[in-house]
Each structure stands twice: as C-alpha cells, then as structure tokens.
C-alpha cells in the first residue's frame, strides 16, 4: 500500500491536467473589454434553477432571456446583441461561487446581472469586488448590497425588506391605528429585515406578537397558533410564496382570517393561486395587502408589452410577477448599457447607473446615484380585489428612520420598451 | 522520512501542475484539494475503524469557521493571519471530533450514522442560532497573491497553491499514523473488539483517537475552502455535500489515501462536466437533466461500487499494477469488517 | 394555557406520523439489520405513484391503495435486486447502497417530474374541531391519527400474535436455526422490507397533503426526525419508535411554538445526544447479547 501512493496521486493529477488542457494561468494583460466584441456584449448571472428555491424563481431568468430576445430581434443595444448566460446555483453558496467564478474566467462576461439570493450572492460579493466586475441589480431586498464605500461595482434591485417591513406596517397604521400587528418572519435577513421595518414604524414593545419560520420546516400550524392566541388582527409577512400559501391557508383552517400584509417577495397573486387552488384563492386573498415598485397593473402598458415578448419569445409561459420582475431587471441593463455609451467599458456602465439618469420602469424612478446603489426607495401599496392585484394609489418613500406619503410618478413606456436608440 | 520527502515531492510536484490550468480549473483544483482533505479523514475513519461519519461536512464547516474567525481577528502581515486561521481550524474541528468520537466509542455503526445527521441537519439551525453570521455566514480573509508573484501567477494559482500546501499538511500525518502503529491499533479494533480488547487495546479509545484523526483534516480541508472562497456558510456544507463526501470515500475505495485523491477529484469535476453535457440538450429536458443527472450516476456508482467492485479505484490501479504482491491489493475494504 | 393545549394537539398528529415512519424503519432493522437510509426516497416514489393515480381517476382511495402497493413491491425489488447481493451481517455496505438509492431516485423523480412542488389535497377536512375557544384536531388529524394506530396495531399483532410474525422474528433474529426448522428465510426478509417500505410510504401519504406539496425532497425531514426517533427509542424497537415518536412531534411543536422553528432540528439533536449518552441503545434497548 504505501509504495503504491505517488502513482496514485500523479495519475490523479494527471486527469485534474488533462482536463485544463492547454490553459495557461498567468494574470491577463489584455487591454479589450472582457465581454464586448463589436457585436455582442456577454454577461451572466446565477440562478436557482434546481433544488428547493427552483420552484419559486425559476422562471426569472427565462423571462429576462426572452426580453433580451426581444431587444436582439430589434437590433439590440447601440449595435450590440445581448448575450446571457444563466448559470444554476441550485440556491447553495458553494455552488454560486464555482458558477460565478466560471462566468467570469472561462466565459469572461462583461458584468453579473441579477443573481439571486442573500446567501448565494453574498458568497461571491467579495471576489466581484476584487475582480472589479460590475454587479448589476441583485435579486434579493437585502441592504448588502447598498455599501458604494465598500462594494463600489454592486448595485441593488428589489426595494430592500426594511423599506417594505416599514411600508406595511405603515399602510396598517394608517387603515386600522388601533390594530393588534404581528409578525411572521422567515428564519434570515429577509424575515430580519422585515421584522425590523416593522418596528421602526410601530417601535419594538408595540409588535404584538413575532413568530420566524425554517424554509426546511413545511408546517406553520405552531406559529399561525401562537398568533391567533395573541389575538393579531394585521399579520404582516416576510415569507416566502409557498410559505405565504401555508400561513393564510392554516389560519382558514383554523377558521381565523387577519388581515395580511405581505412583502413584495412573497405576495404573487398568480403563483398564490398556484398553491391555494384557483377556485379559493380569491376568497382567501381577498384584500390582501402587499407593495411593489415595478409596473405589473394588469392594464398598464408595460404589462401589454412584456405580454406579448412573454408569448413571442418565452414559450407563452404562464405570466406572473416573476415574469414582469425578470424583465423589468433585463429593460434596466439594457437601459445602463445603452447609456454607457457607443464603446461600453465597465467603468462607464457603472458610472452611466452612478449619474442618477436611469429611471428604469417603475412606479417611481430609480434612485440610483453617486453614492447610493439602492434602487427603490419608494414603494406602493397593492390590494388584491377579486382576484385582481393592483395598485391602489398609496405610495411610500421610506427614508432613515422615517416614512412619508408621497405621489406616485410611474415612468412611461417609450420607444417600444427598447432603450437608447 | 521516506513518507515525508514522498509528500514534498507530490506537493512540488502538484504546485507545478498548475501553470498548466488556467484560473478556473486552478480554482476547481483548490476545491479539490480541500475534499481531498476530508475525504482522507473520512476514508481512513470508515475503512480502517468501521465507523460511518455522515457528518463530516460538519467538521469541515467547523473548521471553516475556526479559520474565518480567527484568521480575520489577527492583525498583522498575512502568514501569521494563515496560521492563526489553520490552526483554530485544527483546534475546532479537533474538538468537535472529540465530541463525536466520544460519542461513537459507545455508539454502534447506525446509531452514529443516525447521530452524525441529525448534526448535519441541524447546522443551518445552528448557524442561524449561534453567533455564526446565519445563512450569510462569515467572511473570511483574502489573501492576494504575494508582491513577488503578482506578475506571474493569478489569484486562484495562488489560492491553489495555497490549497495544496494546506491539505499536504492535512493528508501526511494521517499517511504516517494510518501505516503505524496506530492504524495496527484501528485494524484490530474493526477486525475483533473483544480480542483487541484482550490485547489491552481500548477500542474506545482507539474509536475516539480515530475520529479526532479524521476531524482535524476535514477541519483544514474547511479553511481551504474558506481561503479558495473567502466565505463560510452553512448552505455550503448541507447533507448533499455531506453525501458527496462519502461518495468520493467509496469510489476512490475506502481506506485508500489515493482513492480518496481520485475520488475528490471525481466529485468536484464530474458534476460540472455533466452539466456542461446536460446544456447541450434541449432547453426543457437540459434544466430538469442539470444538476441531477451528476446525481443520478453517482448514485448509481455508489451502488454498482459497493455491490459489484467494492475495492473503489484503488483496487483499478492495483490490478493495472499487476506486479504487486497480492497481500498489499486488499486494504480494508466495505466487504471486510 | 390555551396555547399548549393547542401546541400539543398540533404535535399530537405530528408525532402520530413520526412515529409510524420510525416504525417502518424499525422493521427493516429487525428484519435485515439494514437501517435504510433510502426509506424516505422510496416512499415519496410511492407517493408520487399515488399522486399519479389520484388524478387519473380523481379518488384518493385508488391513490392512497396504490401508493401503499407501490411501496411495498419497491420494497421487495430493492431487498432481492440490491440489498440481497450484499454480504450479511457488515453495516456498512447496507447503508452506502442506500444512500446511493436516494440519489438515484430523487434524481431520477426530479428529472421525470420536474422540482415543482404539486399540491395534494388530503381526503379530510383540516379545519380543527373549537373546543373551549381552543382550535384542536381537524378531522384529518384524527384520520392521521386512526390511520398510523390501526396500522402498528396490525403490526403488533402481525409480528407477536401470528405464526408469520413468528417466522418473520425466527428469519431475523437466528437465521440459521429457523432456516433448518424450515423457515424460506430469504421469503421474510423480502416480506420485511415490503411491509416497511409500505408503513413508510403510508407516514408519506399522510404528511404531504399537510405541506407545500409532492417534490422529490418532501419527505427528507419525516426521514431525518423518524431516524432520530427510532434511535431515540432503540432501533429494535416498536414500543420506542411509537414512545419516542410522540415525544419528539411534541417536543418539535412545543419548542417552535414557544422559542422559535430555528431552535427544532438543535432540539431532537439535543435529545438525541442527552439519550444516547445516557443509553447508548435508545431508551428500549434490548439486553446486549442480542448484538447482531
């Protein structure tokens, strides 16, 4: 056995070899920008396209894809086709890391646009920072993202849970001032986040009663228990989908119906419906408070748009807020590419996202500027009324500490959604 | 010393092969090296004492997060920062195994291996619990390529580098102990305890001995990961990479060091190489196909290995080496007990 | 006071289901001294036969009949196709094929299926019955519950009361000797596992209409939590798996609802290590001699 050792670890590095094949190591001195040639410019982004987040959020990138499709189809941006490159991370950091690395090695993409996930992208937000690659428009609410002192090349999308935790708590507030709040919270940053918009609004002794959930836990009949025993009338939610289904549909069970106040990332009507069953989710969703920033009323005319680009180059996938989120994420890019000028560096793509001209397609216009990457500060509240999720008209701009009422100024469609020309 | 100058020289010799890999298969060598490290740990724990450690993701978690605490706390130049670190992943992994293996000197095989999941089930929990960061966990330090270096190698040739250095460190003192007396002690002990027991060994202290010997490589294989990926989360460590652990241990053939090599290897390519295959298929038959089809053949060699080929990879190159004598082709394999 | 009365009837049903899973795999321990490791992704295969049916012909009760069959002839298959060709009386090989068998199955139901998770509805209402102001067992709870006694009662007898009880015992527990008495030893112990892996995928039928919905993965913590239980209770034996299986969905609902659903995988770890320490052969141990 022993004598036999060096061979055995030779031939196993010989096979780790032979698959680098003829790659050498040393540091690039290539002066061309990674990702851009005259016609295309490539960029990636990590999803969770299997595992136990896939069923939530598999669809985003599909739907930023077919988007990007539709840009392609129309001449693309400033000459330039859009190239994505969607990598699956399974949701489990390690994974994001080999995924992302990959993306930025082997396939040398010009930036990372929209990855998804607190723990997943929190897993590569270093080795982005170090390689200088600009980090567009994370998927998650979490205020990481926000730090241009520390991360100068990462930039937020989702109104972060804090500004929707406060949000909610507001609009309750202002509805029913003597309402009992409670809240149910996801078992990390997100249901952390929420808990603590919560609170700034309320203040920490005036919650009523707080109950976390674990994602690997699929029973909720303790803690919806617990709240009913505490006699919460508004049950504010920082859940996800499926556990948002679970909450309202045990306290039915219970014959116990609160009011619900749910985050953004968690209040789906179409992917609810999906869980509770067409014929009861209208009842049991009936007034259903949430917020949103992008323009999924189901008249406007982003929502006709993305419709038809949802059936043209998606397969007509079922259309959901995931639908209109993806490719909300992919008119942005395509926006900050189009205004990073005729040859696109990394530099001026985030310098073109740092000058505050952007407005994206929301509510209200982005508030990306030097010095701040969060992307919405303001959000809106949506009411679930037969069936129909929309806007009511309310909108907030939570601020440090604070929250105001302001008026909503939803940015209009040009241009046939395609930036630039 | 013969052990010794034959690690040297497979470490030089490793440290070479990486200009011939560009930075992602440098960064895929570092992964490697880090499972190389556990799964040694783990394949002389199953091989050589018969104890089956489900758990071992946990351990090298543990010393992830040893490595990450006390590697970022030392403020001084970036060697002492790196031994700091090693040696916290030692030292915390050492004594998580010595909690396990206490446990295991009393346990028999399924009550461990049921004990040993239920930790891996409950590290989210505890990372979420305890002062660990939750599911964002911790970050840990990065080390840049030395000023010397910087012109000639990239940042993951030298975290490969580094890979390497630490999971020799990690793997040597397992080969010397695994040849002598101890690994007589562990043999006899897993052949019969009453008689071991006759022969005034302690099997409960040679299980325990085994154990912290299998926890503090897997601790260092955790701060290899952690320096290749300057972060630690518990998401990284859950019970399908506990699996994969086990799954390279048996492959390479259990109790063998360089089957554990090969079998890292295996696990840490194989997935990514299937995948790049399974994207090749169509759109909706490639994103079902991604990410299980890797599972679905390993689980189906794990299967065909134990029921058909229990000697793992080891006994291949054995019989390729036709030339050796018989009694060195058969180390402890799943068969025996 | 109201809240434990609650807690408690909540993890009633829980620990009903536990502990009929726990059960299953103490019978495959008895019978082949294989702990399986690939129980739970059998019984969701069953489950996903079930869930097939059930929409093919709109009956739950073709549903639940099939998945129980399903269960049990997987059982069989993998016993005389897998288990059978592994040498006798060595652990380990038994719990590596096992644990390959969970890959290849949830991958393998994952690339037919896809991962989305597919509602099941749960032939009883889940609405709790109000007593004194105080929501408890919905009329599913107590079909769970009636559903997981009936069977171990059935088992009991089975397995104590029967002369094939008897010789599934004899197969087990002295092989040799009941082969030269006349027992087809290998017919029991494919008996064995069919009968596990059909009480298995009966636990599975009952917890998932309880979640999100049918996925390769959702049954992986009944598996996790019934293979603490049945260590916490002695895996070679029933009365423990039932004991401890009430006690750990009490303990589980009790510590989420008063603490927080973070705190319930430490807590059966806690359990579990305080018990073996304690017993090191779960709390119904048998006398040492019995070592396989």
């Known amino acids: 056995m022993r004598t036999q050792k060096p061979f055995k670890s030779a031939a196993a590095l010989a096979a780790a070899a032979a698959l680098g094949l003829a790659a050498c190591s040393t540091p690039d001195s290539d002066e061309s920008v990674p990702g851009v040639t005259d016609d295309t410019v490539t960029i990636g982004t990590h999803q969770p396209l299997t595992g136990p987040a896939a069923a939530g959020y598999a669809t985003i990138s599909a739907a930023t894809a077919a988007y990007f499709e539709y840009v392609n189809a129309n001449g693309g941006i400033n000459g330039r086709e859009i190239e994505y490159l969607v990598k699956d991370d399974g949701y489990d950091p390690s994974a994001t890391q080999s995924a992302v690395r990959e993306l930025v090695t082997e396939e040398k993409v010009f930036a990372i646009v929209n990855g998804l996930g607190t723990p997943t992208h929190s897993a590569v937000l270093d080795y982005l920072d170090q390689q200088s690659v600009p980090d567009l428009f994370v998927s998650s609410g979490s205020l990481t993202w926000n730090q241009p002192d520390v991360y100068e090349n990462t930039f937020a999308f989702n109104a972060d849970y804090v500004t929707e935790g406060a949000a909610l708590a507001q609009y309750a507030v202002d509805q029913q001032p003597d309402a009992k709040i409670c809240v149910l919270g996801q078992d990390d940053d997100y249901g952390d986040g929420i808990i603590e918009g919560v609170e700034t609004v309320l203040g920490s002794n005036a919650v009523t009663d707080v109950q976390v959930y674990s994602t690997s836990a699929e029973d909720l009949t303790a803690q919806m228990g617990a709240m009913m025993a505490a006699g919460c009338e508004v049950n504010v939610l920082g859940t996800i989908n499926g556990f948002t289904a679970m909450a309202v549909g045990t306290a039915a069970q219970m014959e116990w119906f609160p009011k619900w106040y749910v985050s953004s990332s968690g209040a789906d009507y179409p992917t609810l419906a999906g869980y509770l069953g067409a014929d009861l989710a209208p009842q049991l969703l009936q007034g259903m408070v949430s917020v949103n920033y992008l323009p999924f009323s189901p008249d406007g005319e982003w929502v006709a748009l993305f419709e038809e680009i949802n059936a043209e180059y998606n397969d007509g996938a079922p259309f959901t807020g995931n639908t209109v989120f993806g490719m909300s994420v992919g008119y942005l890019f395509a926006e900050a590419l189009a205004a990073a000028g005729d040859d696109p560096t990394r530099e001026s793509l985030v310098a073109a996202i740092e000058s505050g001209d952007l407005v994206g397609n929301g509510i209200v216009p982005l508030s990306f500027a030097e010095g701040d990457h969060a992307a919405y500060r303001s959000v809106g509240i949506t009411v679930v009324n037969e069936g129909v999720q929309d806007y009511v008209g309310t909108t907030y701009e939570v601020g440090a500490g604070s929250v105001s009422a302001v008026e909503p100024n939803p940015v209009p469609l040009a241009n046939e959604g395609i930036p630039g020309s | 010393m013969k052990t010794l100058l034959r690690a040297l020289l497979i470490t030089l010799l490793a440290i070479g092969g990486t200009f011939a890999l560009d930075p992602f298969r440098n960064y895929q060598l570092a992964l490697a090296a880090a499972c190389f490290a556990a799964v040694a740990g783990l394949t002389v724990l199953v091989g050589l004492t018969g104890q089956l450690s489900l758990g071992h993701a946990v351990l090298m978690a543990a010393g992830g997060y040893g490595f990450a605490f006390a590697a970022s706390a030392v403020d001084g130049p970036w060697p002492l920062a790196l031994l700091a670190g090693l040696a916290a992943a030692a030292v915390v992994s050492g004594l998580l195994g010595l909690l396990l293996g206490a446990a295991a000197a009393r346990l028999r095989g399924p009550y461990l291996a049921g004990l040993t999941l239920a930790l891996v089930i409950a590290l989210p929990a505890a990372a979420n619990t305890l002062p660990l960061g939750g599911d964002q966990g911790a970050p840990a330090p990065f080390f840049p390529v030395p000023e010397a270096l910087a012109a000639l190698i990239a940042v993951e040739q030298w975290h490969a580098w580094l890979a390497i250095v630490v999971a020799a460190i990690a793997v040597t003192p397992l080969v010397v102990l695994r040849s002598g007396s101890a690994g007589l002690r562990m043999r006899a002990v897993l052949d019969d305890e009453t008689a071991s027991r006759l022969s005034a060994v302690d099997p409960g202290a040679v299980k325990t001995g085994a154990f912290v010997a299998s926890a503090v490589p897997a601790g260092l294989g955790g701060a290899v990961l952690a320096i290749a990926t300057q972060q630690v989360t518990p998401g990284g460590y859950g019970l399908a990479f506990s699996l994969l652990l086990v799954v390279a241990a048996v492959i390479g053939g259990l109790g063998s060091i360089g089957g554990a090599a090969i079998g890292s290897v295996l696990v840490t390519v194989l997935p990514w190489l299937i995948d790049e295959l399974a994207a090749l298929a169509p759109d909706d038959l490639g994103r079902r196909l991604d990410g299980n089809l890797a599972l679905l053949l390993f689980g189906a060699g794990l299967i065909a290995l134990t029921t058909a080929w229990p000697g793992g990879a080891a006994r291949l190159l054995d019989r390729l080496r036709a030339a050796r004598p018989l009694r060195f082709a058969t180390p402890s394999t799943t068969t025996e007990r | ?292």
Not at chain 3, 21 to 45: D, H
Not at chain 3, 145 to 167: C, E, T
Not at chain 3, 216 to 227: E, R, S
Not at chain 3, 253 to 269: E, F, I, K, R
Request: charged share 10%; glycine share 10%.
């Open chain 3, 1 to 292: 006071m109201d809240r434990f009365v609650f807690l408690l009837s909540a993890g009633l049903a829980r620990g009903a289901v536990l502990a009929l899973f726990a059960l299953s795999l103490v019978i495959v321990w008895r019978t082949a001294r294989v702990v399986n490791f690939a129980q739970a992704a059998m019984a969701v295969a069953a489950v996903y036969a079930a869930f097939a049916v059930t929409a093919a012909t709109g009956s739950y009760w073709a549903g639940l009949l099939t998945g129980l069959a399903a269960g049990a002839l997987l059982g069989a298959i993998v016993e005389r196709g897998l288990m059978r060709r592994l040498p006798a009386h060595a652990p380990l090989p038994g719990i590596i094929v096992a644990i390959g068998l969970v890959m290849v199955l949830q991958a393998g139901l994952a690339i037919a299926f896809g991962p989305e998770h597919r509602p099941m509805q749960p032939p009883f209402s889940q609405r709790p019955f109000i007593i004194g102001g105080i929501p408890v067992l919905s009329p599913y709870d107590l079909f769970t519950l009636g559903a997981a006694a009936a069977v171990m009662a059935a088992l009991a007898l089975l397995f104590n009361r029967s002369s094939l009880g008897l010789r599934l015992r004899a197969a087990a527990f002295a092989p040799e000797t009941a082969r030269l008495l006349g027992v087809r030893v290998p017919r029991m112990i494919t008996l064995g596992w069919a009968l596990s892996c059909a009480a298995a995928s009966l636990a599975a039928l009952l917890l998932v209409p309880t979640e999100l919905g049918l996925n390769p993965h959702a049954v992986d913590l009944l598996f996790v939590n019934a293979f603490a239980v049945a260590v916490i209770g002695g895996l070679d034996s029933p009365a423990g798996a039932l004991v401890a299986g009430i006690g750990v969905g009490l303990l589980v609902s009790l510590v989420t609802g008063y603490a927080s659903a973070s705190a319930a995988p430490l807590a059966v770890l806690a359990l579990m290590t305080l018990v073996l320490l304690v017993r090191p052969g779960g709390l119904f141990a048998p006398k040492e001699a019995r070592t396989a």
